[in-house]
């Protein structure tokens, strides 16, 4: 935005994604959701309800605290940009793709030129309308395709016997072939799979690796934690698995077999479905492997996924992250250990 766009939408006044503030105030976190809630939008700083400026001067203090603001929503609300122009302040809130949005005041939406608390008819509305699409579906507008490891892709093609020459003219059209390319974006599956930043937009996606003395927490000597694409999450824990288990050698003819006291494959089951069936949307988790001097723990975060009963618990198969699981699928080293697990598992020697 310049400065005569800016004098142009002064003009045409407050609505649907314009919001006047004469000065900051943290209350502006309710017009943040609510405009993350609907179309996305504009709070202009130092604006009077008529069209009026009356100044309003950006510090970095006042930076940082709108940015808090926003991660303090549930789920957090990413700020596009916060711009000084001229004596307006401009903040800009794109449309969420994690509706509905909350803040301490509740959930608000805007109506016109108004930022609304919403019903709970209003409220039943947003989840109905977003309960069908799964976090690892939601594009991401923050993302750009550049930030595609092509190693990563390669990598993926190598691990799939595939002999497909990928690179970035033909990118794009590989990343919908695969579901991950939609609506013009690359969705939270692929930045999963294939950022090479992923630490930069999923934070929370990584899986800790611990080896504890005993058979408790209190005293841990290795650790390891894995901030990477999902396929290099799964090799990391099993390789740091086989370093702490205890192993014992068998020589049969001429060949010497390396024997776990507890199977390698079935704790390659349990690592490859803690990452497939985890609840990604859940912020502040991760994936744990625990190594005890008598067990090993696998966690992922959330429960049994929808359509998932306890009464048919091993006996029927829902994916929670389809697009992530058929991408395992791909790789045959793997998908041999896809089961409907998710949750809680322990393994004993």
């Given amino acids: 935005m310049d400065k005569k766009e800016l004098e142009l939408i002064i003009k045409e006044g407050e609505g649907l994604t314009i919001?006047?503030?004469?000065?900051?105030?943290?209350?502006?976190?309710?017009d943040i959701v609510a405009f993350s809630n609907m179309r996305g939008g504009f709070i202009l700083l130092g604006v009077g309800d008529k069209g009026k400026i009356i100044g309003e001067s950006l510090t970095n203090k006042m930076k940082a605290d709108i940015n808090s603001l926003a991660r303090?929503?549930?789920?957090?609300?990413?700020?596009?940009?916060?711009?000084?122009?001229?004596n307006v302040v401009i903040i800009e809130i794109p449309e969420g793709d994690e509706k509905p949005y909350s803040c301490s005041s509740g959930y608000f939406r805007r109506l016109d030129a108004v930022s609304q608390k919403m019903?709970?008819?209003?409220?039943?509305m947003i989840f109905r309308e977003t309960a069908d699409r799964t976090f690892e579906d939601i594009p991401r507008k923050d993302f750009n395709p550049e930030g595609i490891s092509l190693k990563k892709v390669k990598t993926f093609l190598t691990e799939a016997h595939t002999?497909?020459?990928?690179?970035?003219?033909?990118?794009?059209?590989?990343l919908a072939s695969l579901s991950i390319h939609k609506e013009g974006k690359i969705n939270n599956a692929g930045v999963l799979m294939f950022a090479d930043d992923i630490n930069r937009f999923i934070p929370y996606s990584e899986t800790i690796l611990g080896a504890f003395k005993g058979t408790n927490k209190t005293h841990i000597y290795d650790r390891k934690d894995v901030r990477d694409d999902l396929l290099t999450q799964f090799n990391e824990s099993i390789l740091f698995l086989q370093k702490h288990l205890n192993v014992r050698s068998e020589i049969r003819g001429v060949n010497r077999y390396d024997i776990y006291e507890i199977p390698l494959d079935a704790l390659r089951e349990a690592v490859v479905n803690?990452?497939?069936?985890r609840d990604y949307s859940m912020r502040g988790t991760n994936i744990s492997v625990n190594v005890y001097d008598d067990r090993v723990e696998i966690?992922?975060?959330?429960?049994?996924?929808?359509?998932?009963?306890?009464e048919n618990f091993g006996k029927e198969s829902v994916r929670r992250n389809p697009i992530i699981a058929d991408l395992f699928h791909r790789m045959p080293p793997v998908s041999e250990f896809l089961t409907q697990r998710s949750g809680f598992i322990t393994l004993h020697g």
């Fill in 19 to 30: 919001e006047f503030k004469e000065k900051y105030t943290p209350r502006i976190v309710e």
């Fill in 72 to 86: 303090g929503c549930d789920p957090h609300v990413s700020i596009k940009s916060i711009a000084q122009i001229g």
């Fill in 119 to 124: 019903s709970q008819k209003e409220l039943r």
């Fill in 163 to 174: 002999s497909f020459k990928v690179n970035r003219s033909n990118l794009i059209s590989f």
């Fill in 274 to 277: 803690a990452i497939i069936h």
């Fill in 299 to 310: 966690v992922n975060p959330g429960g049994l996924p929808s359509g998932l009963t306890k």
